[in-house]
């Protein structure tokens, strides 16, 4: 089959590429150091009353939807999740403003949380697993497109 210049990546296909790794790798980062000691994490969550359950669900969700946008698989439904845990993140355990040092975590958490929430509406672009599945499966359901 040959190659036509429609079908290259264009070099904001490469730039959004860029940025789904550069915004994945926090969260991919985090989520392997959180299970590599998980002894130690599981004592700092539950010393901010949270349980363990929900210690394995972060991580989960920072592995799981940070592998999703880096690899651009169902990663309009990976952005909105970590938007929304920036979110939550940022208004639940940055909340002292008058400190230097949580005021940039809480702006750090808010900017993330755009990057994804604009990353939801644009999409992954043409070189992701949800592009392909677009280009080379037939009949996907009207539902599974507007996901991908």
């Given at each position: 089959m040959?190659?036509?210049?429609?079908?290259?990546?264009?070099?904001?296909?490469?730039i959004?590429?860029?940025?789904?790794l550069?915004?994945?790798?926090?969260?991919l980062?985090?989520?392997?150091?959180?299970?590599?000691d998980?002894?130690?994490?599981?004592a700092?969550?539950?010393?901010?009353?949270?349980?363990?359950?929900?210690?394995?669900?972060?991580?989960?969700?920072?592995?799981?939807?940070?592998?999703?946008?880096?690899?651009?698989?169902?990663s309009r439904?990976?952005?909105?999740?970590?938007?929304?845990f920036c979110?939550a993140?940022?208004?639940?355990f940055?909340?002292?403003?008058?400190?230097?040092?949580?005021?940039?975590?809480?702006?750090?958490?808010?900017?993330?949380?755009?990057?994804?929430?604009?990353?939801?509406?644009?999409?992954?672009?043409?070189?992701?697993?949800?592009?392909?599945?677009?280009?080379?499966?037939?009949?996907?359901?009207?539902?599974?497109?507007?996901?991908?």
């Open positions: 040959m190659e036509n210049a429609s079908s290259r990546p264009r070099l904001a296909d490469l959004l590429l860029l940025g789904r550069l915004l994945s790798l926090i969260f980062h985090e989520g392997a150091s959180l299970i590599a998980i002894t130690a994490t599981l700092t969550f539950e010393k901010l009353g949270l349980p363990a359950l929900v210690t394995f669900g972060v991580i989960a969700l920072q592995l799981g939807a940070g592998l999703s946008i880096a690899t651009g698989f169902l439904l990976g952005a909105v999740a970590l938007g929304l979110l993140t940022a208004f639940l940055h909340t002292n403003l008058a400190s230097q040092n949580e005021l940039l975590h809480f702006e750090k958490d808010l900017a993330i949380a755009g990057g994804m929430f604009v990353l939801a509406v644009s999409g992954a672009g043409s070189v992701s697993i949800d592009s392909l599945v677009k280009r080379r499966v037939k009949g996907v359901h009207p539902w599974l497109r507007a996901v991908l």
